[in-house]
RNA sequence: GGAUCUUUAGCUCAGUUGGCUAGAGCGCGCGAUUCACAUUCGCGAGGUCAUUGGUUCGAGUCCAAUAAGAUCCACCA
C-alpha cells in the first residue's frame, strides 16, 4: 500500500513532473491521424519569479493543452522566454544602482552581456517554477526572444516592411522618459488627471500697445515658442493674425497664425506654439512651416537653445524662474488651478516629455486595415466576443508606431547612417560592429534596439517556424542567403531610405527568414493531420537526407501548428501584443495568426483589490504552491472565473481545491485497498453492471465528460471545473463508493477511478498522476493516456438509483429533522423497487432494519410517495406537524402557480407543447403530493 | 470627450439560443463519527438576481433609462 492516509503534494511533485520530463510525454508527436492543436506560452520574463497572473495563464493554458492531448489532438504546447527589453533593463538598472554603477560606465557591448548573463540565471530560475505549476510543455521548442531565429525573422519582417515603405525614418515627437533615457511607444504612456497650474502670459504685439494674451501650462516651454495661434474664425483676433509678437523673455519676433485646431473657447483663444515640445504644436508648426526649437534636452534639463540663465535647469526650475520673470516684467496676467491629465512613465512614474527624435516609425494603416477586415470576416473568433469590438476600435485611431527604443538591451536595429550623409541609411544585419563600410561609404551603426513588442508581435509564427515574409505573388522566387549573411552583393542592392517618402521601393525581393522556407509547404488546417503527402514529404525528408538532425526535422514540422489553435493572455495586452500579432501575422504570413483569442481577466487580491506590493497584498503562486500544492492552486484560481473579467482571488478556493485532491486521493486509496495490493488487471471495460447506482455513476461520468467537454470548447474553465468537482465528490465518493462498500464490484471501481482521474487531470494534473503511478494495474503515464470510448447503461435503472437516493435523503432528513434517538426501520408496502434494493437502502440511510410490512404505521415517507414508513412513536410523530403544515403550504403556492400558469390561454397556445405538457405533469405529481401530505397531518394529529 | 465592463446568498463569484423550485466554494446553524478521507459525514438556514419602465405566454438572462463602482482609449494650450 502505497497511499498515506493524507495526500501530500509537497513531497512528490517535483518527482512527478520529473517522471513526465523523462517519459517526453509532452514532447510533440506528428501524428497523421490526428488533428493538430497548438497554443504558444506568452513567454514569462525572465527577469525574476512568476506572479499570480503567470499562474493563471499557465493554468489555463495547461488545461486546454491536457485536455486536448487526452482527446488525442496532435497537441503542442510552445514554452518561451521573453528578454523583455525595458523591463529587464528597469529591474537590471536597479541592481546596478545598488553596488555604485550606471549605463554610463559601460559601453553598450558589455551592458548586453551583463544583462545576458543576468537573464540566463533568471531564466533558469523562472522555468523551473513552470514545472513547478505543472505546464506541459514541450521544452525541445522553448524559445528565448533573442534567439537566433528570433533575431533574423524579425530582421527579414523588417527589411520586408522597409522595402515595401512601410518602415520611415521620422523626426517627430516621441514620449521620452527623461529617467530611463528612452523614447515610448504611445501605449506605454500612463496618463493621470492631476491638479496643475495654467498661467495667462501677455505676448506684446510689435509695432502696437496691443497685447495678446495665450494660456499654457507650461510656461518654460515659451522659449521655444515659433509663433503664436488663433482659430481662423476668430472674430476677436482676425485683424490680428499676420502681425507679429514678441515671445518674452525669449524676446523672440514670431508671427500670429491662424489654425484650425485652437479652441475659440479654451481659455484666451490664443496658443503659444512651440512645434519641438508639444505634439500638436508640431503638427500646427508643419502645415505653417514654422521653426522647431528644442529648448529641452534629453536629460530633463534647459538646453542652450533655453538661452542665458535657463541652460542647465530642470523643467521645473525653469517653469518657476519663468512664472517669476514674468511677473516682475508685469506680463503675467493670471495664475489659476486647473486639473489637467499628464503623461508618465508607467515604470518609473516620471512626466513623458514630448521631445523631438530621430526614429523609426512603421505605418501601421495598412496593417491594421487588413486586421479590421479579417476580424470583421470572423476570422479570429474573441473569448469574451466583445473584445474584437474593442480591438477594431483600437485599430481605427491607431497612430503610427515608434519602433526605437533606447535601451541597450534588446534586439539592435539593423539599420546604418552614412557618416557623410546623415540623410543616408542602409539596412545591414552587421550590428555586432559599430562602424562598416559598404561601397567606399562609410555607415555608423543606429545604437538603438526595437520595442520588444516589434519581436513579440512575430511570435506566433517564429515559434512554429512558419515561413513568413514569403511574397506569395512569386513564392519560387525567395532567396535565402542574402538577408542572413549580409554580404556586398547583398548592400548593392540596399536601398538608401531616408523618409517615409522615398521615390521608389527598392526591388529586393523580400526573403525568406527560416531555414523552413525551404522545406513542406505548411499544411493548411484543414488538411493538417490527414494529408497524406504531408506525412509523406517528412517521410521523405528522414530518408532522403541522412544528415537531418532530428532536431532539422522538427523545425520543419512545427509549422504545421501555424496558426496557432488559440492566443491565451492576459485581456490588458489586447491592445499591446494581441493586436500587433495579428497585424504582423497577417503582414508576415497571409494568414491569421491564431484562430480563436482567450482573454483573461486581472487576478485581484481577496476583497477585489489590485496587488501590489505598496498594499502588501501579494500571493505569489510559489509560496501557495508550497503551502497547498500544484493543483490546489490551479483548481483554486481556476474557479469562479469567466473571460477577461478582473476578479478576485480567493484562498477559500484554494483550500476547496486541495479538498477536492485528497478526497479523490482518498478513493484511489480505497479502490487499491478492495482490490488488493495485487490486483494487476488492466482496466478495459467493467463487467456487467449488476447492481443498483452502477448504471447510474456511468451515466453521471458520462455526463459529466461531455459537459467538461463542451464547457472547455467554450473556455467555460470554471464551470467545467466545478462539474470535475460534483462528480467526483458529489456522485462518486458520496454514493458511488458508498453503495460498493456493499457491492464491491472491483472491475467497475477501477473503471470509475481511472474515469475521473481522467477527467481530472487537466485541472490537477499532479494528483491525478500521482495516484495513476501508485496504483497497481496501470502502466506508463496518465498524461500521456488518451480517452476511450463512452460505455452504455440502462438509463431505466439509472434512474431506479435517483428513486433510491430521493428515498434516502428523505429518509435522512425526517431523521435529522425529528432528532430521535436510536435507529429506526424502514416499513415499506407493496414497493418492488424498496424490497429488491431494502439492504442498501438500509446502509445508506443508516436504519436499523428495513422489513415488508402489510399495513401503514409509524411515520409516511410522504415525498418521495412511496409506501414507505418510519417506525416512529406516536408522539414524536405529533411534533413533526409543524413540519408538514409548511410543507404543505409550499405544495400549495406551487400548485397554484401551475393552475394559474394553465389558465392563460396564451401560454397554452404559444409555449413549446412539450413544456406544457411537463407543466401538467408536475401538476399532477404537486396534486398528488398534497394529497399524501394532507392524509399523513390527519394521521399525526389523529 | 469616446468606449467597455460590473451590480445575483454574510463574503468571493458562476449562471451563452429567455422556460418554470437561481447554483458553487467559503462562512453560518443543528447533528454524527474512529478504519477511504476531520483536508470527514448527514441535514439545514440564507436571494423581490441594483432601481424603474418596456418586449414576451414567460425575464437574472433581451431592450431603454437611472444610480453606484471599475477599466480602457483619446486629449485638454
Redesign the pocket.
Known sequence: MK?T????PQQTEPEIYAIWETAGVFDVRPTKSALPYSIVMPPPNANGDLHIGHGLTLALEDILTRFHRLNNYDTIYIPGADHAGFETWVVYEKALEKIGKTRFDYSRDELYNQVWNFVAEQRGNMELQIRALGASCDWRNSTFTLDNKVVKTVYATFKRLWDEGLIYRGHKIVNYCTTHQTSFA??E?????EV?K??DIAYPVTGTNQEII??????ETMLGDTAV?V?PKDARYANLVGEMVTVPIANRIVPIIADE???????T????ITPAH???DYEVGKRHALDEITVIGFDGRMNEAAGEGFTGLTVEEARAKIVEELSAIGLLRNEKD??????HCYKCDSIIEPLLKDQWFLEVKPLAERAVAEIEKGSIKF??E??A??LI??YK?L?DWNLSRQIPWGIPIPAFQNIDHPEDWIFDERVGESEIEVKGKKYRRDEDTFDTWFSSGQWPFITTNYPANQPSANPHESSITTLHHASPHHHEQTPHHTDRHHDKPPVVPASSSSAAANSISPPTHQNAGISVNDSHQNDDILVNDPAQTAADLMDNILARYYPLSVMETGS?LL?AWVSRMIMLGLYATDQVPFKEVYLH?MV?D???K?MSKSKGNVLSPMEIIAKYGSDAFRLGIV????????????P??V??G??L???L???A??VQ?QAGDNYENPVEEPNELKNIGEDWIIGQLNHARLTVEKMLH???F??AG?QV??VI??DV???F??TQ?VFNNISLMTYVLEYCLKLIHPFAPFLSENIWQNLSWTNDTLAGQTWGGYINYDINKAKDFEEIRAL??EI??V???L?TTGKQTLMYGEDKLIAKNKDIIQFLARLKNARELGQSTGLRLANSGREAWLDIDAKTIAKYGDHLRERIDNAQK?IE??EG?LA?K??L????A???E??RK?LLE?TDMLERLNRELEATSA
Not at 492516509?5 to 501530500?8: D, G, I, R, S
Open positions: 497511499f492516509k493524507v495526500y501530500e504611445d501605449i504612456v500612463t496618463h493621470r488627471d496643475g495654467m498661467w495665450v494660456s499654457t501650462t507650461r510656461p495661434a482659430n485646431y485652437v479652441d475659440e473657447l479654451f481659455g483663444g490664443v496658443v503659444k508639444d505634439p500638436n486647473i486639473i489637467h491629465s499628464v503623461g473569448f469574451p466583445q473584445k469590438k474593442e476600435q483600437y485611431n497612430k490588458d491592445y481577466g485581484l481577496e476583497h477585489g489590485k474557479a469562479s472565473r469567466s473571460a477577461a473579467q478582473s476578479q478576485a482571488f480567493s477559500s478556493k483550500l476547496a486541495r479538498n485532491c485528497n478526497k486521493w482518498n478513493i486509496r480505497f485497498e467554450e473556455y467555460r470554471s464551470e466545478e468537482y460534483q465528490w458529489n465518493a458520496d454514493w463508493i458508498e462498500k434516502v435523503t435522512r432528513f431523521v435529522a429533522d432528532s406551487e402557480l401551475l400558469r392563460n396564451n401560454y397556445k404559444k409555449a413549446p412539450e413544456l406544457v411537463e407543466t408536475t404537486k
